[in-house]
């Protein structure tokens, strides 16, 4: 099993910045890939962001150039950096990475319970 443990949501104006972390914890052998995927109602689930354990970033259309990820392996901890926020960025962001853990063979998806982000026009 795999905790993760998201921080950083909040309020903010539109053109404002806000950086979320997210740490894993638990017995994890390996981490493939950590990132973020939002969702709210009415809206259709989107990834994010993520990046590899070699450092490859990914990032959504709707986001890049305004987004940044990174992350910090030592700690297990992947951050978003958000900047230039829209009212459309408004959702509850989830972290997830993909990892393998002690007692099991594969490795499998993990969620945290999600940070909402909201940003005001």
């Known amino acids: 099993q795999v905790q993760l443990v998201e921080s950083g949501g909040g309020l903010v104006q539109a053109g404002g910045s806000l950086r979320l972390s997210c740490t894993a914890s638990?017995?994890?052998?390996?981490?493939?890939?950590m990132g973020w995927v939002r969702q709210a109602p009415g809206k259709q689930r989107e990834l994010v962001a993520d990046?590899?354990?070699?450092?490859?970033?990914n990032y959504a259309d709707s986001v890049k150039g305004r987004f940044t990820i990174s992350r910090d392996n030592a700690k297990n901890t992947v951050y978003l950096q958000m900047n230039s926020l829209k009212p459309e960025d408004t959702d509850v962001y989830y972290c997830?990475?993909?990892?393998?853990?002690?007692?099991?063979?594969?490795?499998?998806?993990?969620w945290g319970k999600g940070t909402l982000v909201t940003v005001s026009s």
């Open positions: 638990g017995s994890i052998l390996s981490i493939n890939s």
């Open positions: 990046i590899s354990s070699g450092g490859r970033e």
């Open positions: 997830n990475t993909n990892a393998r853990v002690a007692g099991y063979y594969v490795a499998m998806n993990y």
